[in-house]
């Protein structure tokens, strides 16, 4: 249902030409409607809605978090926590981008649904985020789990190490935490149901009466610019300033190019020397005679 929602979303982008900022979408499930239904598809499994994969995926993982021996209640809460986070932005998304009055321009951006080069794998992963979790399901009514007897080899010494450890729930508890997690994923649903859908102006009015965790919350905990900041504008001033600058341009340019123009230099010099006059050259020979004649005398001494 992951590679579903990352599919779906590039499938949104197709059909809004390149948009891919929510707010400016709204009312698209009557134009791309195997893209809604996909992507619908692929939330309800990611919020843990009974049924889909993801319903059994969830439940086994905050069960392990609450029951392991290194598990504990506070795992679990943070799980459950998460998965309510989960259920309000993943409908957040779904009413502000498939419902609601339009939000663009309809006579700039035509609407259109994606090839079926695209659609039919969307239908393919929307079928298994649907059915993929059942084969999980009869360990809910005493049987077996087909999906964990699957993967056991690959975690066949985590089991054996499991194994010796005292266990810290009974399955009878499994229920009860299950039924607390579909209740956390009901709420996150009706909160984004009511903010997006019910009164849509309550998210603008919350943004003005909470400006300052708003603007947290909008820039994303100022990651990107700590980031920015820490990382990226170090690495460009050294880039520019110490390794093209400096060693590129300053070292490498600088040594190529000052021998080029050390030959040049020294031809133009001794360019001079061939003036064509005769009488210079026998100025020159004399001098050189004296010069061999000096060497000579230099290394008999």
Do not use: C
Not at 9 to 30: C, F, K, P, T, Y
Not at 250 to 260: E, K, P, R, S
Request: net charge neutral; charged share 15%; aromatic share 12%.
């Amino acid at each position: 249902f992951k590679a579903l929602l990352f599919l779906a979303a590039g499938s949104v982008i197709h059909a809004m030409g390149g948009e891919q900022d929510m707010r400016n979408m709204g009312g698209l499930r009557s134009h791309i409607r195997v893209t809604f239904l996909t992507m619908l598809t692929a939330t309800l499994a990611i919020a843990g809605v009974p049924g889909f994969s993801g319903f059994f995926s969830k439940d086994e993982i905050l069960w392990q978090a609450y029951s392991s021996p290194y598990g504990s209640w506070a795992l679990w809460l943070a799980g459950v926590v998460t998965a309510i986070m989960t259920s309000f932005y993943m409908f957040r998304l779904i009413f502000l981008t498939f419902f609601g009055a339009p939000r663009y321009d309809e006579h700039h951006v035509h609407v259109h649904e994606s090839p079926k080069s695209m659609l039919i794998p969307l239908a393919v992963l929307a079928v298994l985020s649907l059915a993929g979790g059942w084969m999980a399901a009869p360990k809910f009514v005493g049987g077996k789990d087909h999906f964990e007897e699957f993967l056991q080899p690959v975690f066949a010494h985590a089991e054996e190490v499991r194994a010796e450890l005292p266990a810290r729930a009974h399955h009878d508890e499994e229920f009860k935490a299950m039924l607390l997690t579909m209740n956390g994923v009901a709420v996150g649903f009706l909160v984004a149901w009511w903010i997006y859908i019910r009164k849509p102006k309550t998210a603008d009015e919350l943004a003005e009466k909470l400006a300052g965790p708003h603007r947290v919350l909008l820039h994303k905990y100022y990651v990107d610019e700590l980031y920015d900041a820490v990382i990226v504008h170090p690495m460009q001033w050294i880039s520019t300033n110490v390794l093209w600058k400096g060693v590129d341009a300053g070292l490498i340019d600088g040594t190529v190019n000052g021998v080029g123009r050390a030959a040049r230099d020294l031809g133009e010099g001794f360019r001079h020397v061939q003036s064509g006059n005769g009488r210079t050259y026998a100025s020159w020979l004399v001098v050189g005679a004296v010069a061999v004649a000096g060497l000579f005398l230099w290394l008999g001494h």
